[in-house]
């Protein structure tokens, strides 16, 4: 199973907006929810995004998207601001769910079944880690990680980095999800 979690310091908590950039930049969680999920012409079944929401009205919100049961999705911007609007109207789509699960109880329930790994420039070469088995990445969005939250999702996992140039949060999962391919199909 891989798992990516995005901290949203400002992604919004209701659906008062208009678009998804002026919604706290819930466009970063658009593009990790596709980059998370989608193959050509599939969703990876195996595969669940989480963004924790610490935006304005009611923060924070835990938004799940489930490889294995989403579907009547595709992969453009105004198909996601209108799935994103829906569910976060409290109106439902299958494959995602919300609740009130703040990062530090998801780290603490992720914690005791898989690694946790959390992205970061400074952190270990990604190709000196043996990345395997139930696995979940921690991801900041366009400020980065706050100190406070990288510090607790420490206690659990590690750092790593996939080098020094800083990418975008939706870069960082497709070469992850590239490298754990490459890594799965070698292993056949
Ligand atoms: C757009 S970057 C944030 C940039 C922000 N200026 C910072 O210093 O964190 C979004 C997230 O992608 C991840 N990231 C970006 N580049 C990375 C790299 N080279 N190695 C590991 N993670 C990276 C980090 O989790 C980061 O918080």
New binding site residues.
Partial sequence: MREFVL?SRTGRTDAKWKNLHDAGRLDIVYECAVASLFLSHAIRKDTVFHAILNGPPEPPLHLKVEGSTLYDVRTDVSTWTQILKKVLSGKQHPGISLSKTSFEGLMREKAEKAKIY????G?KD?FEVDIGGNLVF????????PKKVEAFALRYGEK??????????A??ITVLNYLLDRKELSEK
């Fill in positions: 901290y959390v992205l970061e420039e952190g990604v921690v991801l900041g969005d366009h400020v980065g990680i790593i980095s996939l080098g020094k140039r800083p990418y975008l949060a870069t960082c």
